[in-house]
């Protein structure tokens, strides 16, 4: 089993940074995709980057694309969600996410386990 932490969100007007974390603990973490979705009010869940279990391959949404940046620090256990130049848009509920596929995939339906949320709000 694997249980998820997220940390770092906050309020920042546009333009502005946060550097969102996850903090990891199971018997499979090192083995894991690991990836961050959010959900604003009233909207679905969506992909927003993916990093395969050894760090070396990353994948974005088209929003967030040149903005964010994910990394992965499998010796800390933890994952890593920079984002630059935030825009009101970028608001919502930030989640990490593991997948069992062992491959970069933006299908929620193939991440298994979820962390509770961390709340990000840009202001315009």
């Known amino acids: 089993q694997v249980q998820l932490v997220e940390s770092g969100g906050g309020l920042v007007q546009a333009g502005g940074s946060l550097r969102l974390s996850c903090a990891a603990s199971?018997?499979?973490?090192?083995?894991?995709?690991m990836g961050w979705f959010r959900q604003a009010p009233g909207k679905e869940r969506e992909f927003v980057s993916a990093?395969?279990?050894?760090?070396?391959?990353?994948y974005y949404a088209d929003s967030v694309k040149g903005r964010f940046t994910i990394s992965r620090d499998n010796a800390k256990n933890t994952i890593n969600l920079q984002m630059n130049s935030l825009k009101p848009e970028d608001t919502a509920v930030y989640y990490c996410a593991a997948g069992s596929t062992r491959r970069l995939t933006s299908l929620k339906n193939e991440y298994d386990y979820w962390g509770q949320g961390t709340q990000v709000t840009v202001s315009s």
């Open positions: 199971g018997r499979t973490f090192i083995s894991y995709t």
């Open positions: 990093i395969s279990w050894s760090g070396g391959v990353t």
